[in-house]
């Protein structure tokens, strides 16, 4: 893990940019955290944007989360940003992209040609990503997920004993392959779903989260597109975390 730039935000956040191997990101800390004990963790997965078109909102969430108490860190998901593209991957979108602007199913396939190979590489480089932050001084357990793509969180969720806990975002197509493993999820779980996200099966998503198999698991769900998720669902996850991870 190399750092390459760091500045320090208006309200005291240290944000730097690093590189893991040929993966950018960026580790957001709250200012306090040189004087104080050790930050917990969120892990912030952006969208399927890229890093750079996706800033403005995740250093939002980073700066909610640092005036909790909580440093954040994010990682450009394999084939986006300037990463190169996967394999299969354009013809997969431009698959979907037909089947939705002719109001067709989107085929099991399709979906798992784009989502399944994500989820194959992102998961391993955010257990990466997590072993070279938890070795910084400023930074502790425990650790928690938020957003992104549902079904890296869940796979997370199975595979990652540090993760405490997630917050998940409802918003993408999920493979079928994806409701076993959710069966295996035991970690607090609180799902934000957009009742009316134009670009996602609403029942699949809620048949995923009736798979999950943790104890305790909450659904957020909200009138609006995708973009459209309410103030108050925010501060509820914020309070979600600060309750499993303080």
Same mark, same amino acid.
């Given at each position: 893990?190399?750092?390459?730039?760091?500045?320090?935000?208006?309200?005291?956040? #240290?944000?730097?940019?690093?590189? /893991?191997?040929?993966?950018?990101?960026?580790?957001?800390?709250?200012?306090?955290?040189?004087?104080?004990?050790?930050?917990?963790?969120? #892990?912030?997965?952006?969208?399927?944007?890229?890093?750079?078109?996706?800033? *403005?909102?995740?250093?939002?969430?980073?700066?909610?989360?640092?005036?909790?108490?909580?440093?954040?860190?994010?990682?450009?998901?394999?084939?986006?940003?300037?990463?190169?593209?996967?394999?299969?991957? $354009?013809?997969?979108?431009?698959?979907?992209?037909?089947?939705? $602007?002719?109001? $067709?199913?989107?085929?099991?396939?399709?979906?798992?040609? /784009?989502?399944?190979?994500?989820?194959?590489?992102?998961? *391993?480089?955010?257990?990466?990503?997590?072993?070279?932050?938890?070795?910084?001084?400023?930074?502790?357990?425990?650790?928690?997920?938020?957003?992104?793509?549902?079904?890296?969180?869940?796979?997370?969720?199975?595979?990652?004993?540090?993760?405490?806990?997630a917050v998940l975002f409802a918003g993408?197509?999920?493979?079928?392959?994806?409701? $076993?493993?959710?069966?295996?999820?035991?970690?607090?779980?609180?799902?934000?779903?957009?009742?009316?996200?134009?670009?996602?099966?609403?029942?699949?998503?809620?048949?995923?989260?009736?798979?999950?198999?943790?104890?305790?698991?909450?659904?957020?769900?909200?009138?609006?597109?995708?973009?459209?998720?309410?103030?108050f669902a925010g501060d509820a996850a914020?309070?979600?975390?600060?309750?499993?991870?303080?």
């Amino acid at each position: 893990m190399q750092f390459t730039s760091e500045q320090r935000l208006d309200d005291g956040i #240290l944000e730097r940019e690093f590189t /893991l191997g040929e993966i950018p990101g960026i580790l957001w800390t709250p200012g306090s955290a040189s004087t104080s004990a050790p930050a917990p963790l969120i #892990l912030l997965s952006p969208p399927p944007l890229g890093l750079r078109k996706t800033y *403005p909102r995740l250093v939002g969430r980073a700066r909610h989360c640092a005036a909790d108490g909580f440093a954040t860190a994010a990682i450009e998901l394999p084939g986006h940003g300037d990463r190169p593209r996967l394999p299969g991957a $354009e013809r997969a979108l431009a698959d979907l992209r037909r089947a939705m $602007e002719a109001g $067709e199913p989107v085929s099991d396939e399709v979906i798992d040609a /784009l989502i399944l190979p994500l989820v194959d590489q992102a998961v *391993p480089e955010w257990q990466a990503a997590l072993d070279a932050i938890l070795t910084l001084p400023e930074i502790g357990g425990p650790v928690g997920y938020s957003g992104g793509v549902i079904s890296i969180g869940t796979r997370l969720a199975v595979v990652e004993p540090r993760i405490s806990a997630a917050v998940l975002f409802a918003g993408s197509f999920v493979p079928r392959a994806m409701f $076993e493993e959710a069966r295996q999820v035991t970690i607090p779980l609180h799902v934000l779903l957009q009742w009316d996200d134009e670009g996602n099966d609403r029942q699949a998503a809620l048949d995923l989260f009736d798979a999950f198999g943790s104890k305790e698991k909450t659904l957020h769900a909200n009138m609006g597109g995708h973009t459209g998720v309410p103030q108050f669902a925010g501060d509820a996850a914020a309070q979600f975390f600060t309750r499993h991870l303080k």
